[in-house]
């Protein structure tokens, strides 16, 4: 066993420069009384390394690990020969095999639900969305005509199974890329077949001695960000919208302030729905409210964080208690009770921090578990079974809290749940249309372009600044936003998610807002449905005026403060459908290097979309900005 030292940042950072998150900052200043600590203090005790921050080593053999000069990046070469291009191509490929994964795993876990719902072996849940069932039937080439919701579901099923498991062909959702788009694609031979097949030949490729020539690797690397786009989150959007509901939009509360000292708060963190689904059903199950009430509480308030809490607030307005820097701040409170993790972005510095305060953490799912956490695991075809025990322990930690509560009064409230499909409803009707009324708002210039700005929270820069002060810059261009994930939570906390939010957009976006009643800033929900924004780009193409692929539209994307692979994974099918994409913090390349110009440049020059770097928020509007403008100049809808 190694030792080692505890880490002691240097000296304290002032609370306001870490987080514009009141409530946040209330929470650190609370932990540094109690001692305990954060991502933040870790942050500031462990300097990121400079060599892995431009991705100029690498560690794929035992020759190695070697690393090369960033300074001056083709002086040197690794043991094996590999150059400074092959090392980061392969190193940029690992990270989008492993986000891709993820949401693989994620997708791929809800299809199994949706088969088993069904074939009647889960009874928990159930189709919800017919409609939805039926429309995506059709879209991807399933008869429907006269037959059974069970036998339309079921071909669905192993339709939908091909996006992981198909080794030939192209992937389902092919079918609803803008033609021109895929005819891109095809040109360069990076339509998914199964995400299985593209993330085993992703890991092949960068094996020592495999693919040394960035521009092929990128190639594969394209196409196995392309698997999670419009593979693995796109089934895991549309499966999870059939059986839980598609979302229409809802006011809910957002911030610390959702807890309740009188109640039993708990909180349920992570990313698949049918943990927090069976949850709301335990929350509310008779018995259960009466021994709360016996405890001493009021009730159970069941409240969310992170993409669990994004979805749920989503489709069914149930209150987001704050992003993924603010998961350990939470618990300082005092107030949670218990609570309840899944899969992805569960950090295992929250098991110290549970400890401190007597929190129930409770892993639930057998894919993550937290060394030092409680595993109750959920069975989905007997979910409520782990909920209701989490809720029990929930109370029993209530009866006997221990600690005073500090719970921060700030409560944000916003209107979220911009489905892709409410957005053409809601802008329908009150516009000539001779296209779609968005289009017809982007044509005649009143919207300049529409951004996604989407993402994590990372305690290397001021948690919500870059999000809100992008956001903020980009409304007030005329540009309408559309938002999931932590990010979405940033500016619901800011209030800027509410319809009165339209007076800090600029007059063409403004008038839009007023006129539907709808916010200049959209959340649509979690990580995975960054696909709502997909499909919203390919109906804008298919409807027309604005040009014949994704890569004509005028719009742009952004993750200001990411921090995971999954980012960079969602990044790079954005790019590789034709988005310039604008990511902040720091960016996994050494600059001047040749697989630098081909990530910045060389990609748009195939036909795609590109990347974008600079950690300035202002200075990224101004760079999505300008790209929204040339693309409008293409178009001939400059004024
Ligand atoms: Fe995780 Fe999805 Fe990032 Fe938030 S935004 S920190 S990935 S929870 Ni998705
Ligand atoms: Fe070094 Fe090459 Fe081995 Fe990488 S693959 S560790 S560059 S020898």
């Known amino acids: 066993m190694v030792e080692k030292k505890a880490l002691k940042p240097k000296k304290e950072i002032e609370l306001k420069d870490l987080t514009i998150c009141d409530a946040t900052q209330q929470m650190l200043a609370k932990a540094r009384r109690d001692g305990v600590e954060t991502q933040f203090d870790r942050a500031a005790g462990m300097k990121a390394c400079p060599i892995g921050a431009d991705s100029a080593c690498c560690k794929h053999c035992f020759m190695g690990p070697c690393r090369l000069n960033a300074k001056d990046p083709y002086g040197k070469v690794g043991v094996c020969g590999a150059n400074i291009d092959a090392i980061q191509a392969r190193n940029f490929g690992r990270m989008v095999a492993t986000g891709t994964a993820c949401h693989n795993d994620h997708g791929m876990a809800m299809l199994d639900i949706f088969r088993d719902v069904v074939q009647g072996k889960i009874k928990d849940y159930r189709i919800k969305d017919v409609n939805k069932l039926v429309s995506i039937s059709k879209e991807i080439g399933i008869e429907t005509e006269d037959r059974s919701v069970q036998d339309i579901a079921m071909d669905l099923y192993?339709?939908?199974?091909?996006?992981?498991?198909?080794?030939?062909?192209?992937?389902?959702?092919a079918k609803r890329v803008p033609p021109k788009t895929l005819e891109m694609w095809r040109k360069h031979g990076i339509v998914p077949r199964g995400a299985m097949r593209e993330i085993m030949e992703m890991m092949s490729r960068t094996h020592i001695g495999m693919d040394q020539d960035h521009t092929n690797l990128i190639k594969q690397i394209c196409r196995?960000?392309?698997?999670?786009?419009?593979?693995?989150?796109?089934?895991?959007?549309?499966i999870s919208d059939i059986l839980f509901g598609t979302p229409s939009p809802v006011s809910v509360e957002v911030n610390m302030g959702v807890l309740k000292e009188d109640h039993v708060n708990v909180i349920v963190h992570g990313h698949e729905p049918n943990l927090f689904e069976s949850m709301l059903a335990s929350v509310n199950a008779p018995s259960l409210l009466e021994s709360a009430n016996e405890a001493g509480a009021k009730g159970i308030n069941l409240v969310g964080m992170c993409c669990s809490g994004a979805e749920v607030m989503s489709r069914h307005g149930i209150p987001h208690a704050g992003n993924f820097s603010s998961t350990e701040p939470i618990l300082v409170t005092g107030a949670v009770d218990a609570m309840a993790v899944d899969v992805q972005c569960i950090q295992q510095g929250l098991v110290k921090v549970a400890e401190c305060y007597e929190t129930e953490l409770i892993t639930t799912n057998p894919r993550c578990h937290l060394e030092g956490a409680t595993h109750i695991e959920l069975d989905e075809h007997n979910p409520q079974k782990c909920t209701d025990e989490i809720v029990?322990?929930?109370?029993?930690?209530?009866?006997?809290?221990?600690?005073p509560v500090e719970i921060p009064k700030k409560v944000g409230i916003g209107v979220h749940g911009f489905s892709h499909e409410y957005i053409n409803y809601m802008l329908g009707g009150s516009f000539r249309a001779?296209?779609?009324p968005l289009n017809e708002n982007i044509i005649n210039g009143r919207i300049r372009g529409v951004a996604g700005v989407v993402g994590c929270t990372n305690p290397r820069v001021k948690q919500d600044y870059v999000h809100v002060e992008l956001v903020r810059e980009l409304i007030k261009n005329d540009v309408l936003v559309v938002q999931t994930g932590c990010s979405q939570i940033a500016l619901a906390k800011a209030g800027l998610t509410s319809p009165e939010a339209a007076a800090l957009a600029g007059p063409g976006l403004a008038e839009v807002c007023e006129t539907v009643g709808m916010p200049p800033v959209l959340g649509l929900g979690s990580c995975v449905d960054n696909t709502r924004i997909l499909i919203a780009c390919s109906e804008m193409v298919r409807t027309g005026g604005l040009g014949d692929s994704i890569a004509d539209l005028p719009v742009a994307g952004a993750a200001p403060e990411y921090m995971s692979e999954k980012a960079i994974a969602i990044g790079q099918y954005f790019v590789a459908s034709g988005v310039y994409t604008v990511f902040g913090v720091t960016f996994p390349v050494t600059k001047g290097t040749n697989f630098e110009k081909l990530l910045f440049e060389g990609l748009e020059e195939m036909g795609m979309g590109k990347w974008g770097f600079n950690p300035d928020p202002h200075e990224m509007a101004r760079m999505m900005i300008a790209h929204i403008d040339k693309k409008r100049q293409a178009l001939g809808i400059d004024k």
């Open 224 to 238: 196995t960000a392309l698997a999670d786009g419009w593979g693995g989150s796109m089934v895991a959007t549309e």
């Open 392 to 403: 029990i322990r929930a109370i029993s930690r209530f009866k006997n809290r221990k600690f």
């Open 434 to 436: 001779s296209y779609t």
């Open 158 to 173: 192993h339709e939908l199974e091909k996006t992981y498991t198909q080794v030939e062909g192209e992937l389902p959702f």
